[in-house]
């Protein structure tokens, strides 16, 4: 009795797992579902944004100069 249980069990999950990958590629094939499209547009702006802040030093750091090496 306990391994028709089991069986079950067993059937189920499987069941359950090919519905959800059935689900999952229908999905990604048709494109609905909850997905946040970006364009072009909005990633340069989101670019922009970030690049725009100045940089911030502290009184502590120095300068960056350029490397010349003495022999």
Do not use: C, H, N, W
């Amino acid at each position: 009795m306990s391994f028709i249980f089991s069986f079950l069990i067993f059937v189920l999950f499987l069941g359950l797992f090919i519905i959800l990958a059935v689900f999952g590629f229908l999905r990604s094939l048709f494109s609905f579902g909850k997905q946040k499209k970006t364009t072009r547009d909005s990633q340069s702006q989101d670019f922009q944004q970030t690049t725009s802040k100045p940089k911030v030093f502290d009184k502590k750091e120095g300068e960056y100069v350029d490397y010349e090496e003495v022999e």
